[in-house]
Every structure is written in C-alpha cells, then in structure tokens.
C-alpha cells in the first residue's frame, strides 16, 4: 500500500548524505509522477552469487526537469513553473520512502534560487543539482542547439545565495557542468568545478552527450587530483545517457559516487503507449495488447486502491491454491504393470503415484485437489480430492483435461502431471513465487546427454549472459523463449518437470489465448498436429509468442517421472516403504 511509504521531511531529507558518508555509490532512477515514483521506489531484483543471496534497487529518485516537462506536453526550455513542478515533486514525495534529488535547470535568478531551495528543503527534497547555463536554458541533449553558459563568478554566487538560506545541514545543492556540452574543454569544466566547490556546492556533476565515456572519465581522473589538492572531498556526479555502454563498478571505481539514470521511464513509457496505440488502430480491437499492458489489478495494487488490495492480500494469504491433476490418459508403456487401471493407481513403495502426490500436496496446506480421469476412471480412488471424468480424453491430450476443470481456475492454480513425484520443498518454492506464470525446470540435462528413451518436454530460457559479464542468476530473468518435446537438445537448457503456478492474471492470460487459439485455428498449431491435440506446452509457447512472460523456478534434484520399469525401480529405493 503506497500509504506505507509515508515518511516526515526531516527523515527523508538526510538520507542521501548519509548514504554518502558511508562511502556507498547511490543508484538513483528518474520519476516524473506519482506511479513512476513508486515504481522506481519499490523496484528490486534478487538473486544469487556464489551461493551468496544478492539484491539490488534504487537508492534514490531523480525529479527530471525534462520528464516532468514531457509528461505535461511540453518541451524542456524551462517553460513549466516552480510551482507546476512542486506540483509534480509533492505527487512523488506522497507516495515514495526514498530521498529523492531534483532537477533544478539552471535555478533562475539567485533571489528565484533561494525560493527553490527554501521550498524543496522544507518539503524534504535531499538535493538540487543546478546548471551553470543562461536561463531560459535549452536541454542539454537537443542537437543543434546554441547552448550559453553562465559566468562561473556570477554562478557561483548564485550557489552561495542557495546556501544562505538553507536551515539544515543535511540539504544539499550540487553544481552540474555544463561545459562539455557547450563545447568547451575539461579544463573549463576544471576550473568551473573548483570555483562552485569554492562557492560552497556539496557535489558536483560533469555532463556529456558523446557515447564514449572517455570525456567523462578523463574529467573524473583530473578531477580527483585537483580536489585532493585542495583537501576536499566533494562528490561527482554523473548521468551516462549517451555513453551508456560503461557499468556502474566501472563508474565506481572512476570515482563517481552519485549515478543518475535520468529519463528512462518516460522514455520506455512513451515507446509502449505508441505501440498499443498502433496495435490497436491495426486490429480494431484491443486483445493483442494486452501482453504489453499491465492487468489493471495490478494498478490498483501499485496504487494501493484499498478495496482490491485487501482483496489481492486474502489470494496472496490463502495458500491453499486449487490444484489440477489431469489423470485421465491411458500410458501405453507400463501396460502389464498397470494391469488396466489409470497410471495413477500405480503402486510405489506401498502406496499410489496419487497417494504419494495427495501427501505431499497436503505437506505444504494444498488440500483443494481436483484430480481429472478419463482411462478406467472407476479405478481412480483416493481420500481427500475432487474426481472430475473426462469422457472425451481420447480426442485430446492433458490440455483438455485440465481445461475440463477450468472453474478451478479462476483465482489462480497449480498444475501437477499425474506421473510426476517430487520433494515437499520444491512445492514450497513454487508456492512463494510471486510471478503470474511460473513452470517448474530441472537443469541438469545441461550437463548430461538427452534421455532417448522418453519424450522430453524441453525448454530454452531467454536470458543467456555471458559469463565474464554476469555470475549472478537474477529470479526476474529466469524467462522461457521456447517450450516443447521438439526443440534442439544441444540448444536446450532445461527440462519442464510437469508442474506449474499460475495466479489469477496468469489464469485469465493462459484460458484467453486458449479459447482464442480453439475459436479460430484450424490444422497443424505449434508442436500439435492438429488443434484439437493441441498439448499444455503447445499453449504456453503460443503465449510466449504473443509477448506474455513465462517464468521458471529452477531445481536440480527432488523430482522423478515414472515412465519405465527402471523408474520404478528407482522411486522404490529411495521413497520409504509404507
């Protein structure tokens, strides 16, 4: 609930300069209103190193004056007032935790700049980063365009006015360089540096258009020599738009203590609006957008709009999650041990692949099991489930099945392949995923040859880093880009396992797109010969195909098919003998 982020001006205010008295490099990302503002507070990845659990997010929010002026219409020339922008500021500070630093263009006059520095202080605004440019300024990035720079005397004096009637010692005013911008050489930038530290500027920010970093990181070697001269230690900035291809321990280690990641929200924002506004000019309707659009209950859960977020809480709370089990194929391997009953009835150290399932389900409080029959389905028996037949299982495949208990869907649900055992605590795993579309993958077929014997339903995931580049194995990137028993096994990475989580909004996105796919394709679709077979991998493929994100909790033991003769004979040596 964004009503959580509440916190006094005084709390806030000081924790950028304490972040930087501890010698932390602060990631800081542009916000332009209130939802941006929450979403760069709330951003986090997580993920693991070396067995070492890791996480990242954004220790601060940049109020851009060039975003706030896009996001109003209008060009950044220093045409929206103080007062609009304060508007935009307070949207920000009502919903977010985090210090927050403003874009100050060029300040105004100095009786204008001591105005600005009055409110934002009070309002608990960690910082304002000011440009030694002529007002009215042009944006820094605009090609072609003259850019004049303010006398460095007269600028700094302006600084000194800022500091004069500050009342904290927390607040912070930081001067940016616009001289590279303008042209000029790093020794301009040099000499304007000492003058505004000189002036009483708590930071400063060099700034730069070219794509190579090599300005930039000329500028921060010279400027660490000069600063030590002058016995200070006055923080840079800097803001690598153009020359994004540096890293940020690149930047750290160049010196750079404050890095501003300045109009990338808005700038993504605009090219997705453009998107579904195109798509839905060329299709007459809006379905095929609905990929790249976030649910509106995630809105309303973003925004903390009270009624559906007490709602969401209960689904999260209730972990009882209906489970799905289509049972209902005849396995046309393990005949003679069957003996003409269902797979499931199948005994492994005394007790049923089902019984086996119920008890480990029942291990983690999934007691809602509905379990869909079809091969000798007055066979199938078992204490604590729901038994749904499905008469027509020859003319499909576990797809149909599981659709045949599609108002256990609705609120979200699991999916388990009748043949599978597996260990309490992958359940557990998969439980507190918070992903709306989540399969289960084993990755050890990375490391060992494809098993001939029996069909595999293979999965390529979508993220590959190189290894010199990235060690950890973020959760958010584990995507799958292709799913079925058809892929290459030399590309392939991993193995779907036969169980999957959906939430409410990933239960929504898999029956839409299939009754769109059973409505309206005829013949060969994916894998499947013919629609009608059409398997749950087929599906999901054509869900990553339509742009929705299938992700995947990967495990490497605690699992096992029961396929073959030798996989019973496994299971009975390692599962305890009731």
């Known amino acids: 609930m964004t009503l959580l982020n509440n916190i006094l001006p005084e709390a806030r205010r000081g924790k950028l300069r304490a972040l930087l008295d501890?010698?932390?490099?602060?990631?800081?990302?542009?916000?332009?209103?209130?939802?941006?503002?929450?979403?760069?507070?709330?951003?986090?990845?997580?993920?693991r190193s070396d067995e070492l659990?890791?996480?990242?997010?954004?220790?601060?929010?940049?109020?851009?004056?060039?975003?706030?002026?896009?996001?109003?219409?209008?060009?950044?020339?220093?045409?929206?007032?103080?007062?609009?922008?304060?508007?935009?500021i307070n949207e920000i500070l009502a919903v977010t935790h985090k210090p927050i630093i403003v874009d100050g263009d060029t300040g105004g006059d100095s009786n204008n700049f001591e105005y600005m520095v009055t409110k934002l202080e009070r309002a608990g605004i960690s910082a304002v980063i000011v440009e030694d440019k002529v007002f009215p300024k042009r944006n820094s990035l605009e090609p072609g365009v003259q850019q004049t720079l303010e006398e460095p005397e007269i600028f700094g004096q302006k600084i000194q006015r800022?500091?004069?009637v500050q009342i904290s010692t927390e607040f912070m005013i930081i001067a940016r360089l616009e001289s590279l911008i303008a042209g000029k050489s790093i020794d301009d930038a040099l000499d304007r540096a000492q003058i505004y530290i000189q002036s009483g500027a708590d930071g400063i920010m060099i700034h730069s258009k070219e794509k190579s970093p090599s300005q930039i990181m000329e500028f921060a070697e010279r400027y660490q020599e000069m600063t030590l001269k002058m016995g200070c230690d006055i923080p840079m900035v800097c803001v690598p738009t153009t020359y994004n291809t540096i890293t940020e321990n690149e930047l750290r280690a160049a010196g750079f203590r404050i890095i501003i990641y300045a109009n990338h929200l808005l700038r993504s924002a605009n090219k997705a609006m453009e998107e579904v506004a195109r798509t839905i000019?060329?299709?007459?309707?809006?379905?095929?957008?609905?990929?790249?659009?976030?649910?509106?209950?995630?809105?309303?859960?973003?925004?903390?709009?009270?009624?559906?977020?007490?709602?969401?809480?209960?689904?999260?709370n209730n972990k009882n999650i209906p489970v799905i089990i289509p049972a209902a194929g005849e396995d046309p391997v393990l005949k003679t041990e069957l003996n003409g009953k269902p797979k499931s009835m199948l005994k492994i150290a005394g007790k049923t692949i089902l019984d086996w399932q119920i008890n480990t389900l029942n291990n983690n409080n999934l007691t809602d099991i509905t379990v869909v029959t079809g091969y000798a389905s007055k066979e199938m028996k078992a204490e604590g489930i729901t038994l749904r037949e499905n008469k027509n299982y020859k003319k499909g495949s576990e797809l149909n099945s599981l659709i045949d208990a599609q108002e256990k869907m609705k609120s979200g649900f699991?999916?388990?392949?009748?043949?599978?055992?597996?260990?309490?605590?992958?359940?557990?795993?998969?439980?507190?995923?918070?992903?709306?579309?989540?399969?289960?993958?084993?990755?050890?077929?990375?490391?060992?040859?494809?098993?001939?014997?029996?069909?595999?339903?293979?999965?390529?995931?979508?993220?590959?880093?190189?290894?010199?580049?990235?060690?950890?194995?973020?959760?958010?990137?584990?995507?799958?880009?292709?799913?079925g028993s058809k892929l290459n096994p030399e590309t392939a990475t991993h193995e779907f396992i036969g169980l999957g989580k959906f939430t409410k909004t990933g239960a929504e996105q898999f029956l839409q797109t299939y009754e769109d796919c059973a409505k309206n394709y005829q013949g060969k679709f994916q894998e499947?010969?013919?629609?009608?077979?059409?398997?749950?991998?087929?599906?999901?493929?054509?869900?990553?195909?339509?742009?929705?994100?299938?992700?995947?909790?990967?495990?490497?033991?605690?699992?096992?098919?029961?396929?073959s003769k030798e996989d019973i004979k496994l299971a009975n040596h390692f599962l305890p003998n009731s």
């Open 281 to 316: 000019l060329l299709n007459q309707r809006s379905f095929e957008v609905d990929p790249i659009c976030s649910p509106v209950r995630e809105i309303f859960k973003t925004v903390g709009f009270l009624d559906v977020k007490e709602k969401d809480k209960f689904d999260i």
């Open 22 to 47: 501890k010698g932390e490099t602060v990631r800081v990302l542009e916000a332009h209103n209130g939802l941006s503002g929450i979403i760069v507070n709330n951003a986090r990845v997580e993920g």
């Open 162 to 164: 800022g500091k004069s």
């Open 528 to 563: 499947a010969k013919d629609i009608s077979k059409l398997k749950f991998t087929d599906l999901i493929q054509e869900m990553i195909d339509r742009g929705y994100a299938v992700h995947f909790l990967e495990i490497h033991k605690g699992w096992l098919e029961i396929h």
């Open 53 to 88: 659990s890791i996480h990242r997010e954004f220790d601060a929010i940049w109020e851009s004056s060039l975003t706030d002026s896009a996001s109003k219409g209008h060009p950044d020339i220093e045409v929206i007032s103080f007062d609009s922008r304060l508007q935009s």
């Open 414 to 483: 699991i999916m388990l392949y009748s043949d599978i055992l597996l260990e309490e605590q992958i359940l557990a795993k998969l439980i507190t995923c918070k992903e709306d579309i989540v399969l289960v993958v084993d990755n050890t077929m990375q490391y060992h040859g494809p098993e001939i014997s029996r069909v595999q339903d293979l999965i390529t995931s979508k993220n590959k880093h190189q290894l010199t580049r990235r060690k950890i194995s973020f959760v958010c990137e584990n995507i799958i880009s292709k799913i």
